[in-house]
């Protein structure tokens, strides 16, 4: 439910329960009074015309005996004082308009001007008049000895009508209806608002110790809290996921740092050892001293590829990789890599076999930099793991054309890649279990470098192999076509 509508709910039941719930008061409260006590709570007639039907019949029994009894004062206090119990008074007038007795406690002079004239009912029992001055009254007409008329009247004021005990049984009912509505309304609003705000707090409070395991429940959550949940988890799960990437990259930076010292003393202990091997005379003939400098000149190469390898990478990292796209033509760019590659193979004593099955003419939108950077990574796996021992290690560059696009394919006789790591080769920092344990251990980046490459070239790329017999690099660049221009469709669109 959203805040909104929580909001207007909460409101309008503020008001509309304790209404409710007063009105049930009221009627409950009045409807014990009205049959467990004396006094009615509301106003009733009938009630107070028995009272005054009871004490007219006495006074007419006693006006038999005595026709002048009504000008005795202490007959008038009597009765008044029977009436004042019921809430009420007496007041007796004579010849017309002469208040002879007044049993209030107040001189209410207005409201003897207002009193009904002599023989305004049918007889001595006239009706109940409603006055201005909110009075109930009953008059009893009677002549004395001497002829003279005169009228009684019981006057009850309205305000005495309802029960004092009632004020204050509704008062102590209202107080517990608005207890009960506050209590109501503040667990309500408790359990929708401030219990989920306060479990959000203590799971921002988690997230702020770096704890990303602590999750909220929000099936039953709608509105604002459960978009406010929803939105934590959400947050939550990018979190872990960005601390665990994190710790992923920091771990592989360590294995990269570590991988490379690797790589880079190797090297640098062959150089040295050679160069102290030429300084000392220790190669004394002119072949073993060419041999020397070959084998330094190689080492230097390796140190220089893992360099760039690691200043591409950085490049990478950054997505910053410079392109320098331009035509290209397949048949002479490739042979021209084979025959870079091929002098540096035949150094190793590695046989390299090259096939083009393209057109001469095929043309491929690549930058020579980077696509011989390709090569020259996948070339120098194949060599670092290829593992023979007896002599005969053999690489094959194939071209195949494939209609819309070229397929390069550059294929190893060395030990294989198992199957279940076929699919990871790719991944940055990732190493087959056997060159985990090889002595040639790689900084893990350059499969991972010549993926991008590709794909930034619009390609694809991927690999097969058989363990014990080889592994094949596939990659597939997209032909270029030169863009129609005129011709018969032109024409007859201009004509």
């Not at 009504?70 to 008044?80: C, E, G, M, R, V």
């Not at 796996?381 to 023979?388: I, T």
């Amino acid at each position: 439910m959203r805040l909104k509508t929580k909001l207007t709910i909460t409101a309008v039941t503020m008001v509309l329960l304790p209404l409710f719930l007063i009105t049930m008061a009221f009627i409950l409260i009045g409807g014990i009074m009205n049959e467990g006590n004396t006094k009615n709570l509301i106003y009733d007639n009938t009630r107070y015309m028995r009272i005054a039907d009871d004490i007219f019949e006495k006074i007419s029994q006693d006006i038999s005996s005595n026709p002048d009894i009504l000008t005795d004062s202490a007959y008038l206090d009597k009765i008044n004082e029977e009436v004042l119990m019921e809430g009420g008074y007496v007041i007796v007038r004579q010849s017309g308009d002469i208040i002879s007795y007044n049993g209030s406690s107040n001189d209410d002079n207005d409201l003897t001007l207002i009193l009904p004239e002599y023989g305004s009912g049918p007889d001595h029992l006239s009706g109940f008049f409603y006055n201005d001055e909110k009075k109930l009254i009953r008059q009893f007409d009677f002549t004395l000895s001497d002829g003279t008329n005169g009228s009684l009247f019981i006057v009850f004021s309205l305000q005495t009508l309802i029960a004092p005990e009632f004020f204050g049984y509704m008062f102590v009912a209202m107080c517990a209806i608005l207890l009960l509505t506050s209590l109501i309304l503040t667990a309500w609003t408790r359990s929708g608002i401030f219990k989920p705000l306060g479990e959000l707090n203590v799971a921002m409070q988690k997230i702020k110790d770096g704890n990303f395991d602590y999750r909220l429940n929000d099936s039953m959550e709608k509105g604002e809290i459960g978009e406010m949940y929803r939105n934590y988890e959400d947050m939550r799960l990018r979190l872990k996921e960005s601390a665990q990437e994190k710790l992923e990259h920091e771990q592989q930076n360590k294995e990269l740092i570590r991988n490379i010292s690797h790589d880079l003393k190797t090297p640098i202990t062959t150089i040295r050892g050679y160069a102290e091997g030429l300084m000392e005379g220790v190669a004394t003939t002119p072949e073993k001293q060419q041999k020397y400098l070959k084998t330094i000149y190689n080492k230097a190469n390796d140190m220089n590829n893992l360099i760039n390898e690691l200043t591409l990478y950085s490049s990478i990292d950054n997505n910053r990789i410079p392109y320098n796209f331009r035509k290209l033509n397949v048949a002479d760019y490739f042979g021209d890599c084979v025959e870079e590659v091929g002098m540096d193979m035949e150094g190793r004593g590695i046989k390299l076999n090259y096939s083009n099955l393209t057109a001469p003419d095929t043309i491929v939108i690549a930058d020579p930099e980077q696509l011989k950077r390709v090569i020259n990574n996948i070339v120098s796996n194949s060599v670092k793991y290829m593992d023979r021992n007896d002599g005969h290690g053999q690489i094959d560059i194939r071209i195949l054309d494939e209609v819309d696009s070229i397929r390069i394919e550059i294929e190893d006789n060395g030990r294989g890649i198992a199957q279940k790591d076929l699919a990871n080769i790719f991944e940055r920092f990732y190493r087959t279990d056997s060159s985990r344990n090889s002595k040639h251990q790689g900084s893990g980046i350059g499969l991972s470098i010549v993926k991008k490459i590709i794909e930034d070239h619009g390609g694809y790329i991927w690999a097969t192999s058989h363990e014990g017999e080889g592994t094949t690099m596939h990659f597939v660049l997209r032909k270029y076509t030169e863009p129609v221009t005129g011709g018969y469709d032109e024409q007859n669109t201009n004509s």
